[in-house]
C-alpha cells in the first residue's frame, strides 16, 4: 500500500562497496555480494529502474516518470563493483551511475574513510591510543566501535586539519603494517576499469569530487578547486560529467552555486528521503543502503523510511 502510495515518488539507492564475503569487521558501506543481490532482485521486481541521468532528463524537462521510478548509485567508485556488483546488475539489466573520486582513479588508492578502517581490520595490536584514551581492538565490535569514534572526529576537522591528524591515528593503529602489501578489498577503480563498466551499456558516471573531501568542511577556494578538477578529469576521460554526489552527503548553498557553475546540472546528497516531481536537482534525496539489513528492514528503508 505505502510503495503504490508513493508510486510517483523516485527512489534513489545509494551503495558503496560490494564484498564476495562479509568483512571481519561490519562496515556499514561495504555489502557482501549475496545481500546486494537479493536487494537487486526484489528492486528489479518492482520498481521501475532508471538511469539517473535520464531521470535528471525528465524533471528538468518537466516530462512524465514511470510509476515507480528508481536508481541505482555507487558512491566512491570501488573496484568491487565491477568484480562483485557488475554481475548481478547485468543478469537483471539494471543500469547504475558510479561516482568517481578522480584522484584515486590514477591510484586505485582506496578512499581516506577505507584507509583508516583498512588499517582497524588488519592491526595487530590489542589498543591504540586516541585523544588520550585507550581503545580496546580485541574484538570485531571493539574495531568497529574504535572507527566510529575516529571518523566522528575526521569527519568534523577542517580539510586543512584532517590529513595531519589521521596521519598521526594512522600511526598508532598501523605502524605494525608498514610493510605489508596493500588490501585490495577496498581498492577503486582506475581509468581502465571505468573505460571497461563503460562498454557494458549499464554504467554511467558522475563526480565525487577530486579528493574525497567533505566540501563544508573546504575553504571556498577549495571547494572549486575539488569540483573544477573532477569535472575536467571526467569530462577528459569520458566525454561527459554532469552528475555530482556531495562526499559525506553534505553540501550548502554556496556549494550548489559552485557545482552549477562547474558544469553540472544535477547532485545527489544522502538525506533518507524520496523525491517528488519539483525537487532541486542539486540535492536530491537518496535512500542509502547498509550492510547486514534483512530484507523486511530493506523493503522498508526503500519506502523512505
Known amino acids: 500500500m505505502l510503495r503504490h ?14 564484498t564476495a564475503e562479509p568483512l571481519g569487521v561490519n562496515n556499514w558501506c561495504h555489502m557482501p555480494v549475496a545481500e546486494f543481490a537479493a536487494q537487486m532482485e526484489f528492486v528489479a521486481a518492482h520498481y521501475n529502474l532508471l538511469p539517473l541521468s535520464e531521470v535528471v532528463n525528465r524533471l528538468t524537462a518537466h ?24 554481475p548481478v546488475l547485468d543478469k537483471h539489466n539494471i543500469p547504475f551511475t558510479v561516482f568517481i573520486t578522480t584522484q584515486l582513479a ?5 578512499p581516506w574513510p577505507e584507509e583508516v578502517f583498512s588499517a582497524l581490520l588488519r592491526s595487530t595490536r590489542s589498543s591504540f591510543t586516541f585523544q588520550g584514551k585507550s581503545l580496546p581492538l580485541s574484538t570485531a565490535g571493539d574495531r568497529k566501535q574504535a572507527f566510529e569514534k575516529v571518523m ?3 569527519k568534523s576537522t577542517a ?6 591528524l589521521q596521519d598521526a591515528v ?24 571505468i573505460a571497461n563498466l563503460a562498454q557494458t551499456g549499464l554504467a554511467e558516471f558522475g563526480s565525487h569530487t577530486h579528493s574525497h573531501e567533505i566540501l563544508t568542511n573546504c575553504s571556498p577556494d577549495e571547494q572549486r578547486r575539488q569540483l573544477d578538477i573532477s569535472h575536467r578529469l571526467l ?18 548553498d554556496t556549494v550548489k552555486k559552485m557545482a552549477r557553475e562547474a558544469g553540472y546540472r544535477a547532485a545527489v546528497t544522502t538525506e533518507h528521503v524520496l523525491n517528488h516531481a519539483d525537487v532541486d ?3 536530491l534525496g537518496r535512500i542509502g543502503v547498509g550492510a547486514g539489513w534483512s530484507m523486511e528492514r530493506f523493503e522498508i528503508k526503500v519506502l523512505g523510511y
Not at 510517483?8 to 545509494?14: F, Y
Not at 569530462?235 to 550548502?252: I, K, T, V
Request: charged letters at 25%.
Open 63 to 86: 516530462t512524465t516518470l514511470p510509476d515507480h521510478p528508481a536508481c541505482v548509485t555507487f558512491d566512491d567508485g570501488f573496484l568491487n563493483i565491477l568484480r562483485n556488483a557488475l
Open 281 to 283: 536537482v542539486y540535492a
Open 159 to 164: 580539510t586543512a586539519d584532517r590529513q595531519r
Open 152 to 154: 566522528q572526529l575526521l
Open 106 to 110: 590514477e591510484t586505485k588508492a582506496p
Open 235 to 252: 569530462l577528459d576521460h569520458l566525454g561527459r560529467c554532469d552528475l555530482l554526489a556531495y562526499p559525506n552527503g553534505d553540501y550548502s
Open 5 to 18: 502510495a508513493n508510486r510517483h515518488r523516485i527512489t534513489i539507492l545509494m551503495y558503496h562497496g560490494v
Open 170 to 193: 594512522m600511526r598508532d593503529i598501523a605502524g605494525d603494517l608498514a610493510e605489508a602489501p596493500a588490501d585490495e578489498t577496498f581498492a577503486t577503480l582506475d581509468w581502465h576499469d
